[in-house]
């Protein structure tokens, strides 16, 4: 199946600084790609909505200053986390939509655990 | 809330039993799929099952879909150890592939 892969898988960081997380599909082209967050033991909550050369759509309650998307190519989005505080702190899943065999499906990286402190 | 909402929480069964794990959701959806998720790993699709669909296999696994009752259920049958691992219905709705909302998730333990 495709892949997508995330990066860094883990990080830790101060309160204040920021942080980018890149989601990239290794092996497909992603027109479209989503970012999740995860909090322990909670389920996943979409964040927004990624298009290739287009302005990301936000869900309701998310701040879109404070999580700052882009998604330059076909293979790569990138999420960045400004000024994170402690609240910050969650697994952020991305997956990307693309079609291999004439079909479309979604593919889910693996996660980057963030720790702010 | 647009989540959905699985029953049980948790769920520990013996090797060899049968798992079942429900779903419910609040509005109108195109598809539903299964995902497993183990500890703070990232998401395998298990299964999907589209809103014209009432029963659908895959190895071991069984999805039924209720659009009357906005209700699904999967079902692991001869479940073994390394079927635990949390599982999460998904729906997803309007033409936007991918955009998913989640449930909160079945915490299954199976006991060798």
């Known amino acids: 199946g495709a892949v997508v892969s995330q990066h860094p898988s883990w990080v830790i960081c101060k309160s204040g600084t920021s942080v980018k997380i890149e989601c990239r599909s290794l092996?497909?082209?992603?027109?479209?790609m989503f970012w999740y967050r995860q909090f322990p033991k909670q389920s996943l909550m979409l964040m927004a909505t990624?298009?290739?050369?287009?302005?990301?759509?936000?869900e309701q309650g998310v701040e879109k200053d404070k999580f700052l998307i882009n998604h330059a190519s076909l293979t790569l989005s990138t999420l960045t986390v400004t000024s994170a505080h402690p609240e910050d702190s969650s697994f952020y899943i991305c997956?990307?939509?693309?079609?291999?065999?004439?079909?479309?499906?979604?593919?889910f990286g693996p996660g980057t655990r963030l720790l702010v402190l | 809330s647009q989540q959905g909402e699985e029953d049980p929480q948790a769920l520990s069964i013996q090797e060899g039993e049968n798992a079942t794990m429900n779903c419910s959701y609040k509005?109108?959806?195109?598809?539903l799929q299964w995902y497993r998720q183990n500890s703070g790993r990232g998401l395998v699709h298990l299964i999907l099952?589209?809103?014209?669909?009432r029963e659908k296999h895959s190895g071991r696994l069984r999805v039924t879909l209720d659009t009357s009752k906005k209700s699904s259920s999967l079902l692991i049958t001869a479940s073994r150890a390394a079927d635990t691992a949390s599982y999460f219905c998904?729906?997803?709705?309007?033409?936007?592939?991918?955009?998913?909302?989640f449930g909160r998730g079945t915490q299954l333990t199976v006991w060798p």
């Open positions: 997956s990307g939509v693309g079609g291999l065999g004439g079909k479309e499906t979604q593919y």
């Open positions: 099952i589209r809103s014209n669909e």
């Open positions: 092996d497909f082209q992603a027109t479209t």
């Open positions: 998904a729906t997803g709705r309007g033409s936007t592939l991918g955009r998913l909302y």
């Open positions: 990624s298009n290739e050369g287009s302005k990301a759509t936000y």
């Open positions: 509005t109108s959806i195109n598809n």
